[in-house]
């Protein structure tokens, strides 16, 4: 997969997601409102990358209009930028959250955070750590105080990378934030000496540069572990309560779509990513759970406290929208 298709329209991706909370001003017409079809409004925010998959699927299938919703999507790079307009009310649910901002966010108080949906787990090669094909780098023991690219800081990515290294009993690296799609570039410059990428970004790395995969970022301990789920605020899923379980219903139907025929997944990618069709075969996926489960999110919940990410382990069964 090449890098270059990626880059094109980088710039695209960061004016729209500068202009979102204008944009999203201007339109306050979401959460409950009605459209010309006689169908309800919601607008969702979302990442341009594999999490998102069943949002696109729910909606190109027609799941939401089966429920009576109008889902207007908003792309954005970080599902952290869409999270002041979500706490306004401005944008109603926002996909591929990641859930270690948004379980800190409500820890804090900033946020009234409810779980509508899960978006995935972790699964293999879903994400990886990537070192230049002549790097010195040889093991992960040799990550130690290395420079490691990731998206956002102290967040999910240094999350589980840190639990497999201590797992493995090696140190941890110097983290250093870069966005997804300038990890590449980072990469081949020599600003870092590793990059923690997902996909599509994964692939693309690997295919350009001809980076190795050091490590499988969904190794022991943190395979199947949920990283990214559909979130919204209590304000919202007890105001339109009958919205918000339609949302979710389309949402698990096309998570078990997802699951049970990749192919559509790879389908759907060309379609609101970057990636290529003939590229859209050959990306890690992750797993897309049908259904919820609070046992599974407790897991990332402790592994956050446990790294100080958390001041205490938060019982995700409150959180979630039943």
């Known amino acids: 997969m090449a890098l270059r298709g990626l880059r094109t329209g980088i710039g695209k991706t960061v004016a729209v997601a500068a202009a979102l909370t204008l944009l999203l001003a201007a339109c306050d017409d979401g959460g409950g409102s009605t459209s010309a079809g006689g169908r309800t409004k919601i607008t969702v925010a979302a990442l ?35 999270l002041p307009a979500l706490a306004k ?17 409500d820890e804090k108080g900033t946020l009234d955070l409810r779980i509508l949906a899960e978006g995935v787990r972790v699964a293999p090669h879903m994400m990886d750590v990537l070192v230049p094909k002549d790097s010195g780098i040889k093991s992960v023991a040799d990550l130690a105080g290395k420079k490691v690219a990731v998206n956002i800081l102290n967040n999910i990515q240094s999350l589980t990378l840190n639990a497999i290294l201590d797992a493995k009993g090696v140190g941890r690296p110097v983290y250093r934030q870069i966005a997804f799609p300038q990890m590449g570039p980072a990469l081949e410059r020599g600003q870092v000496d590793a990059v923690h990428a997902v996909e599509p970004f994964d692939s693309a790395i690997q295919g350009e540069l001809k980076a190795k995969v050091l490590l499988d970022g969904g190794s022991a301990p943190v395979q199947s572990l949920p990283i990214s789920g559909y979130v919204t605020t209590q304000k919202f899923a007890t105001g339109h309560p009958k919205e918000a379980a339609a949302f979710q219903r389309a949402i698990e139907a096309a998570s078990k779509i997802a699951a049970q025929d990749p192919g559509a997944v790879r389908e759907e990618l060309p379609k609101y990513t970057k990636v290529t069709a003939d590229q859209s075969r050959s990306i890690g996926l992750p797993t897309y759970p049908a259904s919820t489960d609070a046992a599974q999110l407790r897991r990332l919940t402790e592994l956050m406290a446990k790294q100080g990410l958390l001041k205490k382990a938060v019982d995700p069964s409150t959180l979630l929208v039943k």
């Open 48 to 82: 341009p990358l594999t999490d998102s998959a069943a949002l696109y699927l729910a909606r190109d299938r027609g799941l939401f209009t089966k429920e009576g919703l109008d889902v207007r999507i908003q792309p954005v790079q970080q599902s952290i930028q869409a």
């Open 89 to 105: 009310g401005q944008v109603d649910v926002i996909a591929s959250a990641n859930y270690v901002t948004f379980l800190q966010a």
